[in-house]
Structure formats: C-alpha cells, structure tokens
C-alpha cells in the first residue's frame, strides 16, 4: 500500500510546464463555430502521450465515463444482481453516466474533434480472453462485489475529473460544466460507499484510513493505487513551497483535536492521467 | 455567545491592510477597526451612520477566500452544536458522521483562515459574529439532518462557479480539494434523512444540456440563502469577483 501510494504520487510529480503544440490545438474546445479543426487533428500522432491538453482531458473523462456506464447497464442487466430497494439509486447513477457521456461526447463534436470508438468493456479483468486470469470475480454476480468495484470507480471519477477540471485552460464554460460533473461523481461515490456500509463493509462516504482496504490481486492493484492511492497524504499546500502548518491550526475551541484520519479525509486527492488510464486500462 | 472559535482578542487587535473583511463604522468596536485600516483621521463623518453589523467582502482571491470561510464557520458552528448536544434520536453510527464532518470543516475553516491571514494575528470576525442556529430544530434527528442537507447542498451548488474564481492556482487546486468532500457530505446527510436522495434532481439537472450535472447557485444566491442565520449582521458581496 506504502508502496503503491509513493509510486502513485512519483506518477502524479507534475510534468514540465512547457508548452506542447497541442497545448492550444483544442482552444476553443466547446464552443461550435470551430468545425475547421479535424484535419489538423486527424494528423496527431497516433502515440501522443497524455499530456492533458483539453482534447486529452475530454477524451479521458469520456472514456472514464464509458467504463462506468458500462459497468452499471450490465450489472442493471443482470436479473437479482441489485436489490429491488437500490435499482433505482443505480438508475440514477447510470441516466446521469449517459447525460455525462452525451455531454462529453458532444463537446468533442462541437469542437470538431473526432470522438474516440468506445471500446468493448470486460469487467472480469481478462480483456475478452477466455483464458486470462480473472481479476475482478463476481462483478456480475455478487452484489458486494458489484458495489466494490463501483465504489473504487466512482472514486476514480472524482478524482480524474479533479485533475482535469483546469486542464481545459480554454474554455471556461466547459470548465465549469467539468466542476458541476465533479461534484455529482462524489454524491455517487459517497452513495456507493454508505450502501456497502449498510451491508457490513468497514467503510466510510469519504476515503479514509480506517477504511478496510478492498483485496485485489497484485494485477489489479492499478485500480485500487488509481482509486484511493496516495488519499493518506497528510501534506497539503497553499503555496508551492510551504506546507500548511497544520499543527498550529488544528486546536479546536476547548482544546479537542481533530479525530486523526479527518485531516486527510478533508482533502480529496487528484489522480494523475497515467494512472487513471492504467486502471481504465483493465476494463478494456 | 460566538460559536466559533475565533480570537477572543477582536477588539484589540489591529485590521491589517490584509483584513478580511470591511465593517463599517458606528460602534465603538468598528470605529477601531476602520481607524486601523489606513483610513485617514481627517475622513469627514458620514452623514448617515453606516449599519454596524454590515460586513463587505473585500474585492479579488482574498474575498474569495473570505466567503469560503463564512460557509466554513457556518458548517463548523452546525456540526459542533450536533456533537455537543446531539438529537436523543440521533444514533451512534450518526453521531461518529457528523463528528468527522465537525472535522473536516474545522480543518477547512483553519485552512482558509490561514489563507487569509497565515500569520494568524488577526481576528477575522466580530466577537459577538455567530452562525446563529436558533431556527434549525436541533432537538430531532430529522432537523439535524435537513439543516445539515441544507447547509452542505448550498455549499456543493456554489463552488463549481466559485473555483474558477481564484487567479491563484495553487490555492483554487487545495480547495478543489475540500469542494468534493462537501459533495461526499451532501450525499450522505441526503441519503441519511431520505434514503437514496443523493444527487436527487433537485440538486442535479435533469433535462437539457447541463443534464447530470449539479445545480449551481452564485455566492450572492447563497448569501442571501444564509442571510437570516448571519443577522444582525449583513454579510454582502458586491465586489468582483464575488459579485459576478
């Protein structure tokens, strides 16, 4: 976990503040008047890195959102999987998925870009190969474990959509709508997280240590670094160089101290794209 | 009697030229505050004597920030009064909630005092300024719940339009940070009172192009959502880039 947590925020280190080309390809992300862009596009290289230009953003939050709606129309599927009391909660959580895959998508549309093909989703973890190794067993058939792996991605959702939030530099409405998502992600996650509770997992709405961690082979343990890894981090910054003096802050009126996992469960952690894209990268 | 934790020491310390917030002057109090502020002592006296209790956010990242705080002070006053005499009916399970809520905005509300003021030397509100909880039922479960509801889905419906704000990255990435926190609260205390209420369509849009995205509200919606708990004091914003 240690481990993975310090691989994890190696990963999220930021990248140079340099500016690539494709930086401002994307400037008008959005806005529909630009429908000149797809031939500049169309001669992208194929094997562009991340870089998290506002093309890069939309591109993996729909693919984020993809994954997720895939999960929840199969699993809505699935005859007895949900709970006749929460078909309804997954209902909601999957007509909001659709409304935030339409948005996205339309986005992309509006700037002349072309939309990624979504891929074939395999929630087993086996890309489709019969033979591969299963990673996630019983998605489709196990409601806990249904809701564990809905709780590690709608967690990933709040934290990708964080990282990309102001990354679409250009467009201010479209960042605003990615805020608006942001926030809708984190009810679903805080959702996920109480219903498990009611069914006896050690978890609460809100990453915490004192959750118990879900038990994924070392294979799948991308998800679980992309969901909740680095979320202990008890250093936060309101500048870039001077830790906030926690200790001087954190005296509560009569003198109580703050419960100890609060400190870090009062900050939400971004993630960085290539770790989104690595546990994203399970499903398809 | 103030609910917040702020500096008993108000009144005697100086408002910097950092001060976060303008009050203007009729009481004794206020008087030494704007004298404090680099206002000249030849200033003619007003005509008609400024409201005591009118408090101004001031302009750029630092109102922001004071707005920010008074949700924090809001949440924090709230979730105190909850663990210091909690609703008979309010469980156990419930009550170790709205302890790490009690937490997490205490954590919020010093962070940003510290934004505002990182030497800590100031007192950033009025000593008798309370949060003031008397219209909330408190006695009952369900009123625990809706005021909690209340407080945290103003809070989630604002700060979509409020990060933005911020020209100081660093500062609009840390909050960024707390805003989905208030969603994660918003959700469970939503789901506490009405199960399966999270992210309900009166909070989420449900049809047009903004569909499946939260519902938002200005910061000048939401003070004058929390005017009455804020009275007598009267908190306003009409500065950019609040005010926009």
Redesign the interface.
């Known amino acids: 976990m240690k481990l993975i947590s310090l691989l994890d925020r190696l990963a999220a280190a930021p990248a140079a503040p340099t500016a690539t080309p494709r930086r401002n390809l994307l400037g008008q992300l959005g806005r529909a008047a630009l429908a000149a862009l797809p031939a500049g596009l169309a001669a992208l290289p194929a094997a562009a890195s991340p870089k998290d230009t506002p093309f890069d953003a939309v591109a993996q939050l729909l693919l984020l959102e993809r994954v997720q709606l895939a999960l929840y129309t199969q699993a809505l599927a699935v005859s007895g999987l949900v709970p006749a009391a929460q078909v309804a909660d997954f209902q909601r959580i999957r007509r909001h998925q659709t409304q935030h895959e339409a948005f996205l998508t339309q986005a992309l549309q509006n700037a002349g870009a072309a939309v990624p093909t979504a891929p074939a989703f395999d929630f087993s973890g086996r890309h489709g190969v019969a033979t591969n190794p299963v990673l996630f067993p019983n998605v489709l058939s196990n409601y806990d474990d249904f809701l564990a792996l809905a709780q590690q991605l709608e967690d990933l959702g709040v934290r990708l959509y964080k990282t990309q939030a102001f990354a679409i530099t250009t467009d201010s409405q479209l960042a605003r709508a990615v805020l608006r998502i942001h926030a809708v992600e984190a009810e679903h996650a805080a959702h996920v997280r109480g219903l498990r509770r009611g069914r006896g997992a050690v978890v609460k709405n809100w990453p915490s240590e004192a959750d118990a961690p879900i038990v994924r082979p070392a294979a799948a343990q991308a998800l679980t670094a992309a969901a909740t890894g680095g979320e202990e981090n008890p250093t936060q910054n309101l500048t870039l160089t001077v830790p906030i003096p926690f200790g001087t802050l954190l005296l509560i009126r009569d003198g109580t101290a703050i419960h100890d996992p609060a400190l870090a469960e009062a900050f939400d952690e971004p993630v960085s794209s290539a770790t989104a894209l690595a546990a994203l990268a399970l499903f398809s | 009697m103030s609910e ?2 702020l500096s008993p020491n108000w009144r005697a310390q100086p408002l910097g030229r950092r001060g976060f917030l303008r009050v203007s002057a009729a009481s004794a109090a206020t008087v030494a505050i704007v004298a404090t502020t680099g206002c000249s002592t030849s200033t003619p006296t007003p005509v008609i004597p400024p409201d005591p209790h009118l408090i101004t956010l001031v302009a750029g990242d630092q109102g922001l920030l004071s707005f920010a705080y008074l949700l924090a002070v809001a949440q924090a006053t709230l979730y ?1 009064k909850v663990i210091d005499s909690p609703a008979s009916d309010l469980s156990v399970a419930e009550r170790a ?1 709205f ?2 809520m009690r ?2 905005e ?3 509300r ?2 940003l ?3 505002i003021n990182p030497d ?1 030397t100031l007192a950033l509100l009025p000593t008798d300024f309370a949060f003031n909880l008397a219209s909330f039922n408190l006695g009952t479960r369900a009123g625990v719940l809706a005021a909690a509801q209340q407080l945290e889905d103003l809070v ?1 419906a604002v ?3 409020l ?2 704000l911020f020209t100081n ?6 909050f ?6 208030h ?6 205390v ?2 506490l009172l009405t199960p ?1 209420s ?3 369509d009166d ?2 849009e449900n049809a047009g ?6 519902r ?1 509200k200005t910061p000048t919606e939401v003070l004058v959502a929390l005017a009455p708990y804020f009275a007598p004091y009267v908190i306003t914003a009409p500065n950019a880039p609040l005010a926009v």
Do not use: M
Not at chain 2, 169 to 174: F, H
Not at chain 2, 183 to 188: E, L
Not at chain 2, 209 to 214: C, D, H, I, R
């Open positions: 917040h934790s105190q909630i302890t790490d937490d997490h205490v954590v919020h010093q962070v005092r510290y934004a800590l989630v700060y979509p339009l990060l933005p990255g660093t500062q609009r990435a840390l960024l940070k707390t805003s989905s926190v969603a994660r609260h918003a959700a469970t939503r789901d399966g999270f992210a309900n909070v989420v192009q903004l569909a499946g995205q939260v938002t």
